[in-house]
């Protein structure tokens, strides 16, 4: 097992990287939890798969949980399901002593953690991970947002859990897509902040398509690490260098909105998202047709899209506007200087946008 541990003073908690950490959820969790309520937020593949090893563990240590079902992907990030979720708690008379824990991918656990972070001004929230984008990003740094439908993660809080339990042996029930997804994550590390985990992915790709222990293992802690470091120094996106791990999201988000969150996941909208920004970093003069070949064809080679159709370029530009990174009106992208180094930029000219969409938009 790995341990990373996120400084962030009295909020800091430890990420635990390992095989087999889900039977060791009880004796991990115990120490942390009240004799309040523990509410377990999933979805139904990673209740199907998990629950009972989850409640098992905990009751072993002394610990009493209840389940909540929420529909998978994107659905769980409304404010019905929200709604619905907080009702449940008032009903079950959780207090404000109550533990939530989610366990599944991304987007329940971003349920969990605006749920945590809302419900009776804050309580307690554990991670438990089990697809690889949850495990390399979503699960780690606080961010918890809900969705509108015209914009995502538009309602949102920052909210540490007081534990990220990762079992790597829980990605080898993924679908090999839900692989490719996490994939899009990685590479959007190594081409902003870290060319050794981008080599790697180079490397190993075959490897980590059929999820081999090492090579997984390996780049789960390599992005993990890099992740905890940089919300160590930027926990709220005050001084820029979270917005940094925002490459490829800035226009992959506006390709969710624009599809109605369905036809691309978001780890394709965001592999989309990656091939049209190193596009405007080009357009931009700050980077060679060498280096958005080279990254495109590392996208490409995980089975990740980067091309989209039956959306215009126009209503792409309109959905970015309301983007949360926006700021006096201006759009900002985090864009690579080269591959492993990258930079925020700030309101770039329209004819570059434009002709940056022209590479990946069909419409």
Do not use: W
């Amino acid at each position: 097992m790995h341990t990373i541990r996120v400084d962030l003073g009295e909020r800091s908690y430890p990420i635990l990287i390992g095989n087999g950490l889900i039977a060791e959820a009880g004796r991990r969790v115990a120490p942390l939890v009240s004799d309040d309520r523990v509410v377990i937020l999933s979805v139904p593949p990673a209740e199907r798969l998990y629950g009972d090893a989850v409640r098992a563990s905990l009751a072993g240590s002394g610990i009493k949980s209840e389940t909540v079902l929420v529909p998978d992907g994107e659905e769980a990030k409304t404010i019905a399901t929200y709604t619905r979720v907080v009702e449940g708690l008032l009903n079950a008379k959780a207090g404000r002593g109550s533990t939530i824990i989610s366990l599944g991918g991304g987007c329940v656990g971003d349920l969990a953690g605006f749920v945590a972070a809302t419900y009776m001004r804050g309580v307690r929230l554990i991670h438990m991970p089990t697809t690889l984008l949850a495990q390399v990003d979503s699960s780690i740094g606080g961010k918890a947002a809900l969705n509108l439908p015209d914009a995502k993660n538009i309602v949102g809080a920052f909210h540490q859990p007081a534990l990220v339990i990762s079992d790597t042996s829980s990605l080898r029930t993924l679908p090999p897509r839900e692989v490719r997804c996490g994939a899009a994550e990685l590479i959007k590390y190594g081409a902003i902040m870290d060319l050794r985990l981008l080599e790697h992915l180079e490397r190993e790709r075959d490897r980590l398509l059929r999820l081999d222990d090492d090579a997984t293992m390996r780049a789960v802690f390599m992005a993990a690490e890099l992740k905890a470091g940089v919300v160590a120094k930027d926990e709220r996106e005050l001084s820029g260098l979270r917005l940094l791990l925002n490459f490829g999201h800035t226009l992959g988000h506006a390709v969710e909105v624009a599809m109605e969150y369905r036809g691309f996941s978001h780890g394709e909208s965001v592999a989309i998202g990656m091939a049209g920004e190193i596009r405007l970093a080009e357009a931009l003069g700050m980077v060679a047709r060498e280096t958005v070949d080279r990254l495109e064809s590392l996208i490409a080679g995980f089975g990740l899209p980067t091309r989209v159709e039956g959306v215009s370029r126009k209503a792409l530009i309109e959905i970015m506007a309301h983007d949360k990174k926006v700021v006096a009106r201006k759009l900002r992208f985090a864009l690579p200087e080269a591959l492993g180094k990258g930079t925020i930029v700030s309101d770039p000219p329209m004819d570059a946008i434009n002709e940056a969409l022209k590479g990946v938009v069909k419409d």
